[in-house]
């Protein structure tokens, strides 16, 4: 924000340079990021006064006018249509220079001699008013320089005000720092009274339907004003200050905004009907059209300022085009009010409508500022336009907002800060942005903040003010002190670690995908309409309806990463995450947090080459992962089994792990429907694994064990089997026949065909006895051999080959 180095003066009478001023609230915490000279950009232009003049023979336009300079009379061609005697100018006498270097001589006119001109704002350079002559203060002393005699030398700092600094966009708050670091008073305007003929709430009514969004509103009247341009000191701060002057009223609006921080609205009392102002929400589908001309759909419960019939005005962020001040307005209604600040904000983010007025309510003005800036505004009004102000203003504030009271413990302020204030010290600094400090108990203090320091509500925040005034540059530098000692990783730390390890040695990319995610995203899963993953945690104020959501599963990131490859010409992926997912949990404000490990194979199984045949990952690619990935961790006796029922994988490929039991997770084909939905054309293969439950089962520490000292036994074992069982029941029942002795079994062979029947397959499978103690005989192999070889006959159904 901008203010104005003489105007701050006006308030706070301090003994600083401008650039000493943006060194002292750059450490005060208010960022100065520049200061600007603002000054005349003419020269040798002196305050003269008009004594006469006449028409100039021959010409129907031109006025001969004698000035007074000063230090003598000057006569000057003027073809100005507003000349006026008595009146003080802006005498360009010859020698003078104007903006972009012209200069002024002597010139004849018809035979008469001009010396110099009489000038207006917009040849000054001073605003862009160009109607006639510029005529100046009647206390402006004659014959002195106009830049000195209307004090144009100003510089502008640029201050950057944190959020929470609401307090500081304007001009008396930035003044109030001042004070506070300077130990000068500071100026307040004078307060207003007003006698008008009668009472506001004699000529207007006012009602909150939702006191909740507008805790409080003042509707001051001020009547038969006069609209015209403002007086020059106030368009020229309006102006150094980047805001456009409009009109005497609506300039006063702003004035006052930038001066005390309060947003304010003046309404063409005329043209409200029923001369009353009802505060309530808009209905679904309304429509306004703001000041701005443009028709604007309201969302619902945004706040509306309307009159007996109809809204005037967008609360909070813009007036109506229906209730504007014009040149024909004689009777203003001024609104002065306090809005909820999440209400502003969530009706300018939902229509993209930021303003100047909605930026302060947003952050928060002060709710008992609101009757002062109303009545100083009235002031300057009848003061710039006439007329006169009711007696006493209609304010409508049901429930009081007080200031908050903070206990203040004086040895934390030490024991935080370093320093060793005492009391008395403590509570200068703080009395000096106007907080009240009184003890309360031996030891601790009672600050009461007032209401336009939203930003203090905690001992802490005393603290930082204490702080900030006292210097940070004086707070002494310390080391900190601990014993500090190293702690081990955790178990998932540790088996993340690792399984990070083996995947990436096994040709896999780590990625990283967004945990914000969009709720749509998880219909095109296939998901019924009770699971628990189309019921995700919901963030209260997402960026965007694309990140809406906590992800219930990673693989809705996996897949679109897999299209963002896609749309690059890159379709061999061997991708894996490891983060965590979200599941809400009922009657609980957090969800469980769920650490999960996923990957994702997709295209050619090796990269292509002249000399390789393209082979496509398949099912078995990701079967072979998952199961190297838990054996190299150490978990022993998981089973995949082809029981899963994932809606989102293929019902002909897909499986569950488990081990003793426990659910480790699922692998599987992404199903054609879903592939559709993300528009992915390759076959897709999944797993996903519930992490803490594989960390759980890792062994930490692996044994050795020596190789066998005596030989081993191979045996073959061909069966025939119905189609529907499956290898890996055949496999379970072989190797829990004797663990002991069956150290290894492999499959070799897989048939159908004539003469195996048809609905049949035959499975070869080559079994290794071996004992750690002796040597095995073959009259003990035959025998295991056999048993084995009859309890999958007996449970299965098979048949020797």
């Known amino acids: 924000m901008k203010f104005s180095f003489q105007w701050l003066k006006q308030y706070v009478d301090f003994p600083y340079s401008p650039s000493e001023l943006a060194d002292i609230l750059t450490h005060l915490g208010l960022e100065v990021e520049a200061v600007a000279e603002q000054g005349a950009e003419f020269q040798g232009v002196r305050v003269g006064q008009l004594l006469s003049f006449h028409p100039l023979p021959g010409s129907d336009h031109l006025s001969v006018c004698q000035v007074n300079g000063g230090d003598r009379i000057y006569t000057v061609v003027c073809g100005a249509p507003n000349v006026k005697t008595g009146e003080k100018v802006a005498l360009a006498a010859p020698g003078a220079t104007l903006p972009g270097g012209v200069k002024i001589g002597t010139a004849p006119f018809q035979g008469v001699a001009s010396e110099g001109m009489l000038c207006s704002e917009k040849e000054l350079g001073v605003s862009e008013e160009g109607g006639g002559i510029w005529f100046l203060e009647a206390s402006a002393p004659l014959g002195s320089p106009v830049e000195k005699a209307l004090d144009l030398k100003d510089w502008i700092l640029e201050v950057n005000v944190t959020p929470n600094r609401a307090d500081c966009l304007c001009v008396i ?17 004078p307060p207003n009274a007003f006698d008008g003929p009668a009472k506001s709430a004699d000529l207007t009514s006012v009602v909150v339907e939702r006191p909740d969004l507008c805790p409080r509103y003042v509707a001051q009247m001020v009547l038969g004003v006069e609209i015209k341009t403002s007086p020059f000191w106030m368009r020229r701060r309006l102006q150094a200050l980047g805001v456009r002057a409009i009109n ?79 040149p024909q307005t004689r009777n203003i209604l001024l609104e002065s009010a306090y ?68 206990s203040l413990r004086w040895s934390r302020v030490n024991q935080i800060l370093g320093t060793s204030l005492s009391p008395e010290e403590i509570g200068a600094f703080l009395k000096g942005l106007e907080l009240q400090v009184e003890d309360a108990e031996p030891g601790l203090g009672r600050v009461t903040s007032p209401t336009f320091r939203v930003d203090l509500q905690r001992e802490i925040d005393l603290v930082e003010e204490v702080a900030r005034l006292h210097g940070f540059d004086k707070i002494p530098v310390t080391l900190p002190e601990g014993r500090v000692s190293a702690s081990g990783k955790t178990r998932i730390q540790q088996t993340s670690g690792r399984a990070r390890e083996i995947l990436t040695a096994g040709g896999f990319w780590e990625v990283i995908t967004y945990s914000f995610i969009s709720p749509q995203i998880l219909r095109k899963l296939r998901l019924s309409d009770g699971d628990w993953r189309l019921q995700p945690l919901r963030i209260q104020n997402p960026l965007s309806e694309e990140t809406g959501v906590m992800r219930p599963t990673l693989l809705p990131g996996l897949l679109q990463t897999v299209g963002l490859n896609v749309k690059r010409q890159i379709q061999d992926l061997k991708i894996f995450e490891l983060g965590r997912v979200f599941r809400p949990r009922a009657g609980q404000e957090l969800p469980d947090e769920i650490e999960v490990l996923s ?58 792990l488990e081990a003793e039991g426990e659910f480790l997770g699922w692998l599987g084909e992404i199903h054609p429907e879903v592939r559709e939905a993300f528009e992915l054309k390759p076959k897709i293969f999944v797993f996903e694994l519930d992490f803490r439950a594989v960390a759980r089962r890792r062994r930490l520490m692996r044994s050795f064990k020596p190789l066998a000292r005596f030989p081993a036994v191979h045996r073959d074992l061909a069966l025939i089997v119905d189609e529907a069982v499956s290898a890996g029941d055949l496999l379970n029942g072989i190797r829990r026949a004797n663990p002991g002795l069956v150290t290894e079994v492999k499959i070799f062979d897989l048939y159908r065909g004539n003469p195996i029947p048809a609905g049949k397959k035959s499975i070869a499978f080559r079994l290794k006895y071996q004992q750690e103690g002796k040597t095995l005989t073959d009259a003990e192999v035959n025998e295991l051999h056999q048993r084995i070889a009859r309890r999958l006959i007996e449970k299965h159904g098979a048949v020797l080959r």
């Open 248 to 326: 005497n009223i609506v300039d006063v609006t702003n004035y006052v905004m930038l001066e005390m921080g309060q947003p304010l609205h003046a309404f063409d009392f005329d043209l409200l009907e029923e001369k009353r102002i009802v505060v309530r929400t808009a209905s679904p589908g309304d429509s306004f059209t703001t000041l701005d001309g443009v028709v604007r759909l309201l969302p619902p419960e945004s706040l509306m300022i309307c009159d007996g019939r109809k809204p005037v005005g967008l609360a909070g962020i813009m007036g109506g085009l229906n209730s504007e001040v014009t």
């Open 173 to 189: 708050g930035l003044a109030r720092e001042i004070a506070a670091h300077s130990r000068q008073p500071l100026l307040y305007p």
């Open 599 to 656: 990957a994702l194979l997709c295209g050619l199984r090796g990269e292509e080459s002249w000399d390789q045949p393209k082979i496509e990952v398949d099912f078995f690619d990701l079967k072979g992962a998952v199961e190297t990935l838990l054996s190299r961790l150490g978990i022993e006796g998981f089973q995949v089994l082809q029981e899963e029922k994932e809606p989102f994988l293929h019902p002909g490929a897909a499986c569950r």
């Open 339 to 406: 809005f909820d600040p999440m209400g502003i904000r969530r009706t300018s983010k939902q229509m993209g409508l930021s303003t100047e007025a909605s930026i302060r309510f947003e952050r928060g003005i002060d709710p008992n500022g609101c009757l002062r800036a109303a009545n100083r505004a009235a002031a300057l009004m009848v003061e710039t336009g006439g007329g006169s102000v009711s007696r006493e203003a209609v304010d409508v504030y049901p429930r009081q907002i007080e200031p908050a009271k903070i």
